[in-house]
């Protein structure tokens, strides 16, 4: 299994950006896909999470209204719109696969069965 996550950069606060996440050997559409951000000597937290039937989404309360997840099952691909930047989303961010049934909770990164690597953004005052 891999995923492979990419669309980072350097963008000035209030500016705009989408992450993308490609997977491959995996049954795409029967798991669940989060992102999550590592700032600079911080855990890794949960930012954005959407269930294999898209039915189920949910945020972190940090980026709600100005994060957007989606899929796109056909491209085996996941991605985060990322809106309204602040200084504060600086992190490296990373996409994860979850295999099991996705109800809507908060993710902790235990739950993840798969990572991709990271992809840095970079967010300017």
């Known amino acids: 299994v891999q995923l492979q996550a990419s669309g980072g950069g350097l963008v000035q606060a209030g500016g705009s950006l989408r992450l993308s996440c490609a997977a491959s050997?995996?049954?795409?559409?029967?798991?669940?896909l989060a992102w999550f951000r590592q700032a600079p000597g911080k855990e890794r937290e949960f930012v954005a999470a959407?269930?294999?039937?898209?039915?189920?989404?949910n945020y972190a309360d940090s980026v709600k209204g100005r994060f957007t997840i989606s899929r796109d099952n056909a491209k085996s691909t996941v991605y985060l719109q990322m809106n309204s930047l602040k200084p504060e989303d600086t992190a490296v961010y990373f996409c994860?696969?979850?295999?099991?049934?996705?109800?809507?909770?908060?993710?902790?990164?235990?739950?993840?069965?798969?990572w991709g690597k990271g992809t840095l953004v970079t967010v300017s005052s």
């Open positions: 994860g696969a979850d295999s099991k049934y996705y109800g809507g909770a908060l993710y902790h990164e235990r739950d993840m069965d798969y």
């Open positions: 959407i269930s294999g039937s898209l039915y189920t989404i």
């Open positions: 050997g995996l049954t795409f559409s029967t798991y669940a």
